[in-house]
């Protein structure tokens, strides 16, 4: 079972994450980042950024890999996340731009970008921290419900639902694309470390289902059931359909991790 931590709010919620990242990258300053977008992540971006900057800490040996990219948009499209990732974090870090990794959306055949992008992470060694968001029917990346529970990077169509989730960052007269190119479940439960993050409560069905409920591909995230070192850090909100809610908030009160000193 994966550490459950429950934080007052969303903000505490992004602050906890962000300080997880921070750790990793003192103690292994060419840490391998597996980043994630959608709006839970901007607070956490932003306080990554934020107190980087006041700790002067260099992501200069840092590489990066995000999760997935929509078919169809290049890189420089507004919407794309290649874009996205830009303007909440690349730019306002020293990273190295050819370090930051991302499936290319505009590639001629998605398929065999897919394979390549999936080879690039092993070759460069992997992932050692995975960040993760989580979909209101149970995604991780645009791993839809139905993915298979082996699956490695490759194209996925996306659920109405999540169409209609992402709606809100195109503008009203642009078309939310169908597909994307997604790290697998597989390719996902590889990395060495992985914190899903998840506030509101309209992700509260999500995260009982991925933590409570059965390992299955009608909820992709709960596999993570099965990760050796998975965090889930959510809000009271998020939190609030659990039903072993209390155990967890007396394991970590406040969203802390404690340890057993002997
Ligand atoms: P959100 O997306 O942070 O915008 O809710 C999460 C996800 O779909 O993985």
């Known amino acids: ?37 959608g709006g839970t992540m901007e607070q956490v971006y932003a306080q990554l950024i934020e107190r980087a900057r006041g700790m002067n800490l260099s992501f200069a040996g840092v590489k990066s890999f ?8 290049n890189a420089d499209h507004p919407q794309s996340y290649r874009t996205t990732m830009s303007k909440l974090l690349f730019d306002h870090i020293d990273i190295k731009p050819e370090n930051t990794h991302l499936p290319r959306g505009d590639a001629s055949d998605p398929a065999e970008e897919a394979k390549r992008y999936e080879a690039m992470i092993a ?7 995975q960040l993760l968001g989580i979909g209101l029917n149970g995604h991780i990346g645009f791993n839809e419900p139905s ?79 099965f990760h050796p070192d998975a965090t889930v850090i959510v809000d ?17 009160p406040g969203g802390e991790e404690v340890y057993f000193v002997k």
């Open 147 to 225: 993915s298979s529970l082996g699956s490695r990077t490759r194209i996925k169509k996306l659920a109405r639902s999540t169409m209609a989730a992402n709606r809100r960052f195109f503008k009203p007269d642009e078309t939310v694309p169908t597909h994307a190119l997604t790290m697998g479940i597989a390719t996902i439960m590889q990395a060495r470390k992985i914190i899903l993050l998840a506030t509101g409560a309209s992700k509260a069905d999500a995260v009982a289902k991925a933590l409570e409920g059965p390992v299955s591909t009608s909820c992709p995230a709960s596999i993570l059931q």
């Open 66 to 73: 995000n999760l997935d990219e929509y078919i169809g948009l």
């Open 123 to 129: 070759e460069l060694g992997g992932i050692d921290l």
């Open 236 to 252: 009271e909100d998020a939190a609030s359909k659990l039903e072993l809610r209390d155990f967890y908030e007396s394991i970590h």
């Open 1 to 37: 079972m994966a550490t459950i931590l429950i934080h007052h709010d969303a903000v505490s919620a992004a602050s906890a994450t962000a300080k997880r990242l921070l750790d990793l990258l003192v103690s292994k300053p060419d840490a391998s980042l597996g980043l994630a977008t």
